[in-house]
């Protein structure tokens, strides 16, 4: 399995674990996954600069989260903007695509968007995590997709809780590192997507 893209067989192969403080089963995914479930799983992610949706289908209680970057910072041509954005829309379609395939209806979807803050080091000038919000919600609007809610930008790392079902999100802003995990682990997949080759098209079953 190519870790550096996307990968549809990554919502099947998820980090699960009994989560006590809430009493739920729950899935964490890493960055450039994503998960998608029709049970009532929390789903669980930290973010830096790099941005999650929270995506549910509330007729049909189908939902999932993603969690990715767009790979080019600052990107200063036409072809790397364009190839930076084509990342970011494949890592939308994944998740929308998966939703899909267990029955979700598009016309009834609706986010909860949250991340891009700035917490990379040496990249504070680039504006990264502004430029991955940014693209997320310019998505959603395309898309025709309402944003119910989001919790976007400034300095600090989130931890997102989702709960599909409900479709409340709980989120906690982490104003204390106690080590760099959070940084180094998006740093590490900042340079796998920059160096891995443009995502290719996927088709949405509509």
Known sequence: ???????????????????????????????????????????????????SVCLRDPVRKIGGMNHFLLP?????????????????????????NQMLKLGADKRCMEAKVFGGGNVLK?????????????????????????????DLLERYPRKVYFFPWTGEVKVKKI?????NTIIDRESEYRMRVRQAPTAGDVDLFL
């Open 175 to 179: 104003k204390s590192l106690h080590n």
């Open 72 to 96: 080019n910072d600052g990107a200063s041509t036409i072809s790397s903007v364009s190839e930076s954005a084509r990342y970011g829309v494949f890592a939308m379609e994944l998740l929308i």
């Open 122 to 150: 040496g990249f504070t000038a680039l504006n990264v995590g502004e430029r991955n919000a940014e693209f997320v919600l310019d998505y959603l609007h395309t898309e025709h997709i309402p944003v119910l809610a989001s």
């Open 1 to 51: 399995m190519d870790f550096d893209q996307p990968d549809e067989n990554r919502s099947f192969s998820p980090n699960r674990y009994y989560d006590r403080h809430f009493g739920k089963d729950a899935v964490k995914i890493m960055p450039g996954e994503y998960y998608v479930t029709t049970e009532d799983t929390m789903i669980v992610t930290v973010l830096g600069s790099c941005v």
